[in-house]
């Protein structure tokens, strides 16, 4: 009989002890070698989320104080807005609601006036208008924005270092090509991902040679299709699959953790440096990043009630250089109480809705929701017709002509919408920052079809 010790698992707390202390080394060398401040956020951030929710509140209150202080002295819109109350106690709703329009028509008056150009980083943004917006910040408050994200992968199960495979739309430069070969990261472009491509990596998971998969819930719907229509009841596990960019439908967070028996990392944040939290096999985000506030304002930018929908508003607290203070980042969400605390349920995009003649709104995951579930159509895209409008469809096999009408009443019929055309497509059609554009419209109103 061999009684030899098996090799420690991947969790036992040897290997875990091994796996931070990798990381530890790889995040202090990549710091070195690229001038950075990760790790130590990373390890902040960490303590700040063992804290008790009185400690986190005091903690919330201080921060705010100091950036009240900051913005009333040293950026010049609050200081003009602010000039007759110098010596006053400002509160949170009493600063105006900053919006997208505000930081391209005017920016230089909501930042500090000089700094070197060496400490910034500009993240630039298209969003769901595709106007091109470029937020400023100070490298330092990247490389917290980005030890926020890894805080809530980590919530999932990932660890730097395990083998994962991530879809992206960025290009990847040579330090990027640097830090995934370091963190074991095998990175697809999305415009590279064939159905080839797909199937290779889905053989590496069913090998065991993947841990995570990263990426847009549209291209992680397509490895979930592919599984189920090429790999049967094979086994394909991984632990984790952590979503960017774009929210989860109920339904396929629900397939995915059946069909790979992972758990769905859902983020939440934005381009412009925002991270609010992480939702773990729920549609419900867990709001407890300790650098923000966050507020659903309705039309008046008044607070809602719980369950209400409204506009996502959210107060950066260490954002120093383009202080983000009550800024709509563009997406509609509801509170949602469980228990003693609150959680946030995101509705979607504030342009990506349709308003019915009831005046009610049909968003775009209404509408994906029904294409998906009805006619397994994996990517579509409106555009105005003449009299209706014209659904553009990705789909294996193309609709035949006796089941357009059918379609056509059913989206009639269930959603309200008419449409006068159907067009197969052979590719996604996308905003210029990359994500999938589903409303491509010259208004929003629907018409009488």
């Not at 409008?389 to 006796?402: C, F, K, M, S, T």
């Amino acid at each position: 009989m061999d009684h030899r010790l098996e090799p420690p698992g991947r969790n036992s707390p040897e290997a875990m002890r091994k796996n931070n202390w990798i990381e530890s080394l790889v995040f202090r060398l990549g710091d070195r070698a690229l001038q950075r401040d990760f790790y130590s956020n990373y390890r902040q951030l960490e303590k700040e989320h063992s804290l008790s929710d009185r400690e986190k509140a005091a903690l919330l209150e201080t921060r705010w104080e100091y950036l009240c202080d900051f913005a009333r002295k040293n950026i010049p819109f609050y200081k003009d807005y602010f000039s007759s109350r110098i010596d006053e106690t400002i509160n949170l709703s009493e600063f105006p609601v900053l919006l997208k329009e505000d930081l391209r028509e005017k920016q230089e008056a909501y930042r500090v006036a000089t700094t070197p150009e060496k400490q910034l980083y500009y993240s630039k943004t298209g969003g769901s208008t595709a106007e091109p917006l470029t937020i400023p910040m100070y490298r330092s408050e990247r490389d917290r924005w980005l030890a926020y994200q890894l805080l809530f992968w980590k919530k999932g199960g990932y660890r730097a270092g395990d083998p994962t495979i991530q879809i992206g739309v960025t290009p990847r430069t040579f330090s990027a090509k640097c830090k995934d070969l370091f963190l074991n990261v095998t990175y697809v472009h999305t415009n590279q991902l064939s159905d080839a491509h797909i199937g290779n990596l889905l053989n590496g998971i069913r090998r065991g040679k993947y841990l995570h998969l990263i990426g847009y819930p549209s291209r992680i719907k397509a490895f979930y299709r592919m599984a189920e229509r090429y790999f049967g009841n094979e086994s394909l596990t991984l632990k984790s699959i952590i979503c960017i960019g774009d929210k989860i439908m109920d339904e396929d967070r629900e397939q995915w953790m059946k069909r790979f028996g992972a758990t769905v990392v859902e983020t939440y944040g934005a381009t412009e440096g925002v991270v609010l939290g992480c939702a773990l096999n729920s549609p419900l985000i867990d709001c407890d990043a300790s650098d923000f506030i966050v507020e659903i304002l309705d039309e008046a930018n008044r607070p809602v009630s719980d369950g209400k929908i409204g506009y996502i508003t959210v107060t950066n607290l260490i954002a120093r250089y383009l202080p983000l203070i009550r800024y709509r980042i563009g997406d509609l969400g509801a509170w949602v109480k469980k228990g003693d605390k609150k959680y946030l349920r995101i509705i979607g995009r504030v342009d990506e809705r349709l308003q019915l003649q009831s005046g009610a709104y049909l968003t775009v995951r209404d509408v994906f929701r029904y294409l998906s579930t009805e006619w397994k159509i994996d990517h579509y895209t409106l555009t105005n017709g003449e009299s209706g409008y014209i659904l553009g469809y990705i789909r294996d096999e193309a609709i035949q002509p006796p089941e357009i009408p059918k379609l056509m009443t059913g989206i009639r019929d269930q959603l309200g919408l008419p449409i006068e055309k159907l067009e197969r497509m052979d590719k996604v059609k996308r905003y210029p920052s990359g994500k999938p554009l589903y409303f491509d419209l010259s208004h929003k109103q629907v018409r009488q079809g």
